[in-house]
């Protein structure tokens, strides 16, 4: 009865803990270059343009979560259909959960405007172009992390400094 109750308390406190692996990768935002970086196993993998916000504020700071993935996203605020070419949204959706929103709100997605790509633009999400964007989006898995900064840092400093803190130690 004992062996059965340990048993128990075991699986319970498993299913509680949080699953991470060693594996997810980090999308690093830094808008000081207006660049956005695939990190892999602590490694910088694809380095791609990006644009912010139209102030530094509209594109919030910190450490979120990719929550939300879509093709051809459909764009609400104006109701443009996904794949349409006035949609501004692009080819893809990687929706986080800035400003304990669900994913839907702010993004990394694609833009059929690329001559805006490396600047200050946007109302708050992160823009790509769309063959980038879309490269992302086949890496990076729903749990990713998206670190999200206005740096003087490399994006090698910023992997490092960062992913460590991402890498607990596997629970067996």
Known sequence: MKRLMALFLICMISFALPVHSKNMPLIIVNKKVHKLAFVENNKVQHVYKAATGKTVELTPEGLFTVTVKAVNPYFRKK?????????????????????????????????????????????????????????????????????????????????????????PEIIE
């Open 79 to 167: 109701n443009i259909p996904g794949g349409d070419p006035r949609n501004p949204l692009g080819t893809r959706w990687i929706g986080f959960n800035a400003k304990e929103t669900d994913g839907r709100i702010y993004g990394i997605h694609g833009t059929n405007q690329p001559g805006l790509i490396g600047t200050s633009v946007s109302q708050g999400c992160i823009r790509m172009n769309n063959k980038d964007v879309e490269q992302l989006y086949s890496m990076a898995p729903i749990g990713s992390r998206v670190l999200v900064v206005n740096s003087p840092k490399s994006f090698e400093e910023l992997a490092r400094q960062y992913g460590a803190m991402l890498i």
